[in-house]
């Protein structure tokens, strides 16, 4: 059971919006920055959004980021094929000392 | 071209222990916390242990406190993750990760390597 809480699939269309949730609580979210990682199959994860809503050099703009007390939110528009992956959100949990990350979300682009 | 590449895995028995290294390149590693992340087969990430740039802050999760120690040897440019008394839930892919900053804060994981495999069982 991880200590942030992410739908575990979301789907859409090529050329489409989606977006994905990352709930968690005060301890983490609500009083912490995130960032949004992206994995494909068999490679190490890669950072996509971080202090919220910044995009690391390289990150297109179809990735954006934003937080809203202790849940936070991926968007990603012009969904290409190449999106397919799977998405996880992460931040610091100030009561455990520690980092979380959520459990993951799979995007298939239909 | 900045680099992380793990490497001391393998197959090792419960109760057992490992060391994993993380040699880093192409950039100051001094100026950089680190962190520990593993992936267990089929499953998410989840962090292990961080370590700020000079050794003064660590932190652990809950599920490896007391049986693993994190430590970083600047001479070196390497990280290190020693795993004691290892069980079969660690079994698992262990990625390094450069944090964006120096210390234990943000949480921001940058840059990482490709990972190393440890397979706990008899």
């Known amino acids: 059971q991880s200590v942030l809480t992410q739908p575990p699939s979301v789907s859409a269309a090529p050329g489409q919006k989606v977006t994905i949730s990352c709930s968690g609580s005060s301890s983490n979210i609500g009083n912490n920055y995130v960032s949004w990682y992206k994995q494909l199959p068999g490679t190490a994860p890669k950072l996509l959004i971080y202090d919220n809503n910044q995009r690391p050099s390289g990150i297109p703009d179809r990735f954006s980021g934003s937080k809203s007390g202790t849940s936070a939110t991926l968007g990603i528009t012009g969904l290409q094929t190449g999106d397919e992956a799977d998405y996880y959100c992460g931040t610091r949990d100030s009561s455990l000392s520690a980092g979380v990350f959520g459990g993951g979300t799979k995007l298939t682009v239909l | 071209e900045v680099q992380l590449v793990e490497s001391g895995g393998g197959l090792v028995q419960p109760g057992r222990s490992l060391r994993l290294s993380c040699a880093a390149s192409g950039f100051t590693f001094d100026d950089y916390a680190m962190h520990w992340v593993r992936q267990a087969p089929g499953k998410g990430l989840e962090w292990v242990s961080g370590?700020?740039?000079?050794?003064?802050?660590?932190g652990y999760a809950d599920s490896v406190k007391g049986r693993f120690t994190i430590s970083r040897d600047t001479a070196k440019n390497s990280l290190y993750l020693q795993m004691n008394r290892l069980r079969a839930e660690d079994t698992a892919l262990y990625f390094c990760?450069?944090?964006?900053?120096?210390?234990?804060?943000?949480?921001?994981?940058?840059?990482w390597g490709k990972g190393t495999t440890v397979t706990v069982s008899s």
């Open positions: 990760a450069r944090d964006m900053g120096p210390d234990l804060y943000y949480y921001y994981m940058d840059v």
């Open positions: 370590i700020s740039w000079n050794s003064g802050n660590t």
